[in-house]
């Protein structure tokens, strides 16, 4: 989600499901906004996200956990209007994941298939590092880079702080902001509301 001057989704429903052992199957509903000026704003459903979250090898006490989690990005926001990429979109990663006593760390890097006029594929690359300070909540911090998706585009280094609090064993509220450290300089930010269920 991005603050208002911008684009973003807000809000947008995500669910996590453990299918079977090893697997998790991911979707994003998302709203979507774009504001280009003080008083002119656009709304609506904004494109889907589809993918599924395999672990191929678990982790150990001196061995990371590593994982695939393939994406698909469904064109159903209207692109007219500026909500939706109108094209198919996939993404390709391989993640990685360590813990060590409070400390937990994750990342990994993938590539971008993004068709359409004007468009080029893309890397993503970028790590996470979290830090529980009692026993319902944690902070953490990230940077992630990105090659250009687009022809004349630029490449963008970004970061992002954020707190993590457990409410109770089932609810979760999520905070996180940031900029740009290279390319463009702008604020982002992120609330969520996290429904557990299950074991």
Do not use: C
């Not at 998706?149 to 963008?156: C, T």
Request: proline fraction near 7%; avoid cysteine.
């Amino acid at each position: 989600m991005t603050l208002p001057g911008g684009r973003g989704t807000a809000p947008q429903f995500e669910i996590n499901y453990g299918a079977v052992a090893e697997t998790q199957l991911h979707v994003i509903a998302p709203l979507a906004f774009l504001r280009e000026e003080p008083g002119s704003s656009r709304h609506g459903y904004g494109d889907t996200e589809l993918g599924v979250k395999r672990r191929l090898v678990r982790e150990t006490a001196t061995a990371p956990q590593i994982g695939v989690f393939p994406l698909v990005e469904i064109p159903t926001g209207d692109e007219q209007r500026g909500l939706g990429s109108g094209h198919w979109q996939v993404f390709l990663p391989v993640r990685v994941q360590k813990e060590a006593g409070a400390w937990s760390t994750y990342g990994g890097g993938g590539y971008w298939i993004n068709p359409g006029r004007g468009n080029t594929n893309w890397w993503f690359l970028g790590g996470q590092l979290q830090r529980r300070l009692t026993p319902s909540s944690a902070v953490g911090a990230e940077i992630f880079h990105t090659t250009p998706n687009e022809d004349d585009g630029v490449s963008e280094t970004r970061f992002n702080a954020g707190l993590v609090i457990d409410l109770s064993a089932k609810d979760h509220l999520l905070l996180s902001a940031g900029r740009g450290l290279h390319g463009p300089n702008v604020f982002q930010g992120y609330v969520a509301y996290q429904l557990t269920l299950g074991p």
